[in-house]
């Protein structure tokens, strides 16, 4: 371990001396259960993977597809991301044309808030439709709320509520927010709200924060179940600790009744 250690710090050290000589900066996150040599290994792979990207440029710039191809690749999960976005965007645009399922999703953000080109809520709707039948579940979720609040394409509710519906059928914890929320209105769906309380249930358990959160009024309220402040202040926190606003008030009001 000791060797591999040393091996490591003195790749990392040749590389920063590369680096230093280029005047680039390197960052990498760590917290008090990382490792030198993990940090060591991450710094390592920031530095090969940009220099790997500056290489694939050169070649996008020629015209290569397969360079072109494979950074868009990249920008999709996240290696690589240019100052110039545009350039992001025909690169990642060839990689979705091609047919990469990450891709596919990425373009469809990319078109919804207009990153490398004119915003295109149509083009995103398509795209997104394209990532969801390919099989990416929040491509369904996401597609289901364009619909449901007709962007890029007309509103049509039993169409949002099929798209979440395949959405939660494969899993995705969101889903089961938006579906629950039409199950406990009545919205495009007979309301139902034993349905409704096990989608949010299942979204909670999920790690939604947005089921959380409805899971936990219904408690407070004792709203179509047993009424359970302890259950409602577990919800509440959940769904705080990843920043929900209404959550967030939710147990400041709590404690403010408690305290009186």
């Known amino acids: 371990m000791k060797a591999n250690l040393i091996q490591t710090a003195l790749c990392a050290a040749a590389l920063l001396s590369l680096a230093a000589a280029e005047q680039k900066t390197y960052t990498v996150v760590i917290d008090q259960d990382t490792t030198p040599e993990q940090a060591a290994n991450a710094l390592m792979r920031n530095i090969l993977m ?35 976005q545009e350039m992001a965007c025909r690169c990642l645009r060839t990689a979705a044309t091609a047919g990469d399922p990450a891709a596919i999703f990425e373009m469809g953000r990319f078109a919804l808030y207009g990153f490398g080109m004119e915003k295109n809520l149509q083009e995103a709707a398509e795209w997104f439709r394209k990532a969801a039948e390919a099989g990416n579940s929040e491509g369904w979720r996401i597609l289901g709320t364009m619909i449901y609040n007709g962007v890029g394409t007309p509103p049509d509710t039993q169409e949002a509520i099929n798209c979440w519906q395949k959405a939660v059928s494969a899993g995705n914890a969101a889903a089961h927010n938006d579906l629950g929320q039409c199950y406990f209105l009545g919205d495009g769906v007979p309301k139902d709200w034993g349905k409704a309380i096990d989608l949010w249930s299942k979204g909670a358990e999920l790690g939604d924060a947005g089921s959380q959160f409805n899971l936990g009024v219904c408690y407070m309220n004792g709203e179509h179940v047993t009424k359970d402040t302890t259950k409602a202040r577990h919800c509440f926190e959940q769904a705080a600790e990843q920043g929900h606003v209404g959550a967030i008030r939710a147990l400041h009001h709590m404690e403010q009744r408690e305290a009186q």
């Open 50 to 84: 940009d220099m790997s990207n500056e290489a694939l440029e050169k070649r996008a710039h020629t015209g290569e597809e397969e360079a072109i191809q494979e950074l868009g690749k990249r920008v999709s999960t996240g290696d690589y991301m240019p100052d110039d």
